[in-house]
């Protein structure tokens, strides 16, 4: 069982930066993979970035490769992501979620637990 608690969303113009953070609660976080998903209004979820339990393995969608890092500290229960060069495509409500398993994920479907959501918001 984990609890996840998203924070860092906020009004950024376009070009700008962000860094969202999760906090996991529970003492076997380490044993989850973790990922960042996203809903735009009007729209389904969408992966954004996924890594592994070990942090060596990360793993990114297409329109976010390159300008958003995904990044883990598995003492202090936190994962994070950090979104650079923002664009007004990229406003929506992101989402923290875990999944108890070995590998890596950008299927909403295989994660277990989710936060609650964090709203970022790209001006042009």
């Known amino acids: 069982q984990v609890q996840l608690v998203e924070s860092g969303g906020r009004l ?50 297409d329109s976010v490769k390159g300008r958003f890092t995904i990044s883990r500290d598995n003492a202090k229960n936190m994962v994070y992501l950090q979104m650079n060069s923002l664009k007004p495509e990229d406003t929506a409500v992101y989402y923290c979620a875990a999944v108890n398993s070995p590998g890596i994920s950008n299927d909403v479907n295989d994660y277990d637990y989710w936060g609650q959501g964090t709203q970022v918001t790209v001006s042009s």
């Open 12 to 61: 950024v113009q376009a070009g700008g930066s962000l860094r969202l953070s999760c906090t996991a609660s529970g003492r076997t976080f380490s044993r989850f993979a973790m990922g960042w998903f996203r809903q735009a209004p009007g729209k389904e979820r969408e992966f954004v970035a996924a890594i592994r339990r070990s942090g060596d393995n990360t793993y990114y969608a």
